[in-house]
């Protein structure tokens, strides 16, 4: 026996004999096969925990206990023989599926298993527009990644973790693990579809004290705008904690709010507002002021107050009243304002500086900044004017009749009383012939600068025959070769007055005008046979009918006030009367109503162009012309009533030598010469309220001599019977200057003036 168990094929006995009682135990006891094996990470090789194997039989269909892997992730699980599906699943893995077949007499299956990490991805849109929000930060444990153009994001697995996502001015929006991962461990979607829902921030405007709604109002947060509505409210979306809202409204403050996430807050806003006073310089209140600034008006009580609301900073507000400078200020925003509007308006009053006496007559001369035409200005019968926007002139010339003309530059405004000193021509005739010879002319000057009674010079600029003294450029005064060039220099004889204190008349003779007639027949006064008329003197005249004749005179009459004269006096005034005119032709039937119409339309036309120039405007006319009845004319068209109005002085030539015997009742009215010149203005003065400064004769004739004596008489009538100074008139320019020697006048007898029966 013991050499048997030690002979060489005692172990193959022993294998058979132990095969064959595995063999009986078998078929005695029936064993299930084990399904068994590892899961592990299929980029580290790391065993997985936890994770869950599930065995489904396919035939018949029906579900198994699942298991879930060791810390070594190993799993065993029983299964009968048949077919199944096995799925392996993980928290944060690709699910692994495949096929279990398990055989008759098998008892171990077993398998290694690799998963492969889920990506985590997703796409971030925004909640209310429902567009990819690009730049979102999405976090999940360790990890970060930005959102691309599209939403989109991709991360890896960590484990159970929340994911987070955030965006500048969107609520920021948290997914715990739970919900992210469930507990079977399987994602919830593939992909996930994350919504931001943007801040919101919502409230309503209203009024500060009322509580109304402000509709329109602004509503700003760095690019987001909104607009309140009717009801005030409003609605900003995309704002970011710690932004700056400013919330504004036409006529409000301002107000800046600081969000913080609130989603509602009412806003309450204070109506811009400012209280205005309204002063002159002096202080005193002004009362209705007028205050604009665009679609808002509002005017000043009687204290010169008044509130003004909804005037915002930068506004542009107006400030007038009646007789003061409007002003125009910048608002900035203060709560109170004080405005002092100068004064506009001037109220000036002209007295006599004699008497005080109001002036009545005359005009003010305002000349804008920068302009040489003024504007005219007359005062009324208390001698008072007002001239508005004052401000807006630099000086005044006051023209009065029988006055010195003042020159006033404007610096101030209200109340200005200016006193006129009277002022009376008394002036002595230079002839044209003596402009050729300067010393005559100098004689003449010396003689007035150094006389007690002469202050004037009346002086041919245009005489009896019709030539002018400067180089006029009017197109008929070329026509006529109407300069004479041989005369002395106007401008600086003018100059040299001035500063001599010599007042200056320019004569000019009006419609006896042969060089015109000559160059222009078709002006000319005709017979009917087409024959130029012509005068004693051998001279022509042109028709004062013509509007091209009269254009003519006055253009030559504002020549020589720009050249310098203190006024201009016109002379032949009249239609002719040499010889026989019966039946002469004029561009219109001759008459009494047409010719004194035509001589009044030139002095109105005449008037009204001097009426803008320093210079004053008379007129001459004949002596008798002041005896005639007003229902006749002479036949020369000269009446007082159609030419006294337009004129600021009458001269009526008072001559003594040229009223005839019988006239005035007197035998020979030559031989009295006080009565002739007394009666005569004071008839004058009747006819008209214009100022009379007559002509007086300084000559002799028809062998009646003027010596001082009569010169003196006419000089004293003139004065005695009221006239505003008085011209002498010799065609020679000869005067004897003791006729204006100091207190000449008191070598005269005494005189009894004529009574008012006489005159």
């Known amino acids: 026996m013991c050499d048997l168990w030690r002979s060489p094929g005692r172990w193959l006995l022993c294998f058979l004999l132990l095969a064959l009682v595995l063999l009986c135990v078998r078929c005695q006891f029936p064993s299930t096969p084990t399904f068994v094996g590892t899961v592990r990470d299929a980029q580290t090789q790391a065993f997985l925990s936890g994770a869950r194997v599930h065995v489904m039989a396919l035939e018949p269909q029906a579900a198994l206990e699942w298991v879930a892997t060791s810390e070594r992730g190993r799993?065993?699980?029983?299964?009968?023989?048949?077919?199944?599906?096995?799925?392996?699943?993980?928290?944060?893995?690709?699910?692994?599926?495949?096929?279990?077949?398990?055989?008759?007499?098998?008892?171990?299956?077993?398998?290694?298993?690799?998963?492969?990490?889920?990506?985590?991805?997703?796409?971030v849109r925004d909640a209310f527009t429902q567009r990819p929000i690009e730049g979102a930060l999405v976090r999940y444990g360790t990890q970060e990644a930005y959102t691309d153009a599209q939403g989109r994001f991709c991360l890896q697995w960590e484990g159970k973790q929340a994911l987070q996502v955030s965006s500048p001015r969107y609520q920021p929006l948290e997914l715990s693990a739970e919900v992210l991962w469930p507990e079977e461990g399987q994602a919830k979607d593939p992909v996930l579809e994350l919504a931001l829902s943007p801040y919101v921030f919502e409230g309503r405007v209203y009024e500060e004290g009322t509580r109304n709604a402000v509709p329109g109002a602004q509503i700003r947060c760095g690019e987001q705008r909104a607009q309140a509505d009717a009801q005030g409210r409003f609605a900003l979306r995309y704002l970011a904690p710690g932004e700056v809202v400013q919330v504004s409204a036409a006529g409000y403050r301002p107000v800046e709010i600081v969000y913080e996430g609130q989603t509602w807050q009412e806003v309450s806003l204070s109506p811009w507002q400012v209280r205005v006073r309204v002063l002159d310089p002096q202080g005193k209140p002004i009362a209705g002021a007028q205050l604009l600034s665009g679609a808002l008006h509002t005017q000043t009580d009687e204290h010169g107050q008044a509130s003004l609301r909804f005037l915002e900073p930068g506004a542009r507000l107006q400030v007038s009243s009646e007789g003061y400078r409007s002003q125009e200020i910048v608002y900035t925003g203060q709560g109170e304002l004080t405005i002092v509007l100068a004064p506009a308006r001037l109220f000036l009053s002209l007295r006599d500086a004699q008497t005080g006496d109001p002036i009545v007559k005359g005009a003010v001369l305002a000349y804008l900044k920068g302009e040489d035409t003024p504007q005219l200005f007359h005062p009324n019968e208390k001698g008072l004017l007002t001239i508005e926007d004052v401000w807006r002139f630099e000086r005044l010339l006051v023209k009065v009749p029988g006055y010195r003309r003042v020159n006033l530059p404007l610096t101030r405004t209200g109340e200005l009383m200016l006193s006129l000193e009277p002022f009376s021509v008394h002036g002595i005739y230079i002839p044209f012939g003596l402009l050729t010879k300067p010393q005559r002319v100098q004689a003449l000057l010396d003689l007035v600068e150094q006389s007690d009674a002469l202050n004037a010079v009346v002086i041919d600029v245009k005489g009896d025959r019709a030539w002018i003294v400067w180089p006029s450029e009017h197109p008929l005064a070329k026509d006529a070769d109407a300069y004479l060039?041989?005369?002395?220099?106007?401008?600086?004889?003018?100059?040299?007055?001035?500063?001599?204190?010599?007042?200056?008349?320019?004569?000019?003779?009006?419609?006896?005008?042969?060089?015109?007639a000559l160059a222009h027949p078709e002006l000319a006064v005709k017979r009917q046979s087409g024959d130029l008329y012509v005068d004693n003197e051998g001279l022509h005249w042109v028709d004062p009918f013509n509007q091209q004749v009269r254009d003519y005179n006055i253009a030559l009459a504002l020549e020589?006030?720009?050249?310098?004269?203190?006024?201009?006096?016109?002379?032949?005034?009249?239609?002719?009367?040499?010889?026989?005119?019966?039946?002469?032709?004029?561009?219109?039937?001759?008459?009494?109503?047409?010719?004194?119409?035509?001589?009044?339309?030139?002095?109105?036309?005449?008037?009204?162009?001097?009426?803008?120039t320093p210079a004053f405007l008379s007129a001459d006319v004949f002596g008798l012309v002041v005896w005639t009845?007003?229902?006749?004319?002479?036949?020369?068209?000269?009446?007082?009533?159609?030419?006294?109005?337009?004129?600021?002085?009458?001269?009526?030539?008072?001559?003594?030598?040229t009223f005839g015997r019988g006239n005035l009742g007197l035998e020979e009215p030559m031989r009295h010469p006080y009565e002739v010149v007394y009666r005569s203005v004071r008839t004058a003065r009747r006819r008209t309220d214009t100022l009379i400064r007559p002509w007086l004769q300084h000559y002799s004739l028809w062998g009646v001599i003027y010596d001082l004596p009569e010169l003196l008489l006419q000089r004293k009538a003139a004065e005695d019977a009221g006239s505003c100074g008085w011209l002498y008139w010799n065609a020679g320019g000869k005067y004897d200057s003791q006729v204006f020697a100091q207190g000449a006048l008191k070598l005269l007898p005494p005189i009894s003036t004529p009574t008012p029966s006489s005159e």
Not at 105 to 114: A, G, I, R
Not at 581 to 608: D, H, K, M, N, P
């Open 629 to 657: 009845d007003p229902s006749r004319d002479m036949g020369i068209g000269q009446r007082v009533e159609d030419i006294a109005p337009y004129v600021d002085y009458l001269s009526p030539m008072l001559y003594p030598s």
């Open 485 to 516: 060039p041989d005369v002395l220099d106007l401008e600086a004889l003018l100059k040299e007055c001035r500063q001599r204190g010599i007042y200056t008349i320019a004569r000019i003779v009006v419609f006896k005008d042969n060089l015109l």
């Open 75 to 123: 799993f065993r699980l029983p299964l009968p023989q048949g077919q199944y599906q096995v799925q392996v699943v993980a928290p944060g893995y690709l699910t692994a599926t495949f096929p279990l077949k398990v055989g008759a007499n098998v008892l171990t299956v077993s398998k290694e298993v690799l998963l492969r990490p889920a990506p985590l991805q997703g796409c």
């Open 560 to 612: 020589a006030v720009a050249l310098g004269f203190d006024e201009v006096q016109f002379d032949y005034l009249r239609f002719p009367s040499d010889g026989s005119v019966r039946g002469l032709v004029y561009q219109r039937e001759t008459s009494f109503e047409t010719r004194t119409a035509a001589i009044g339309a030139f002095c109105a036309q005449a008037q009204q162009a001097l009426a803008y």
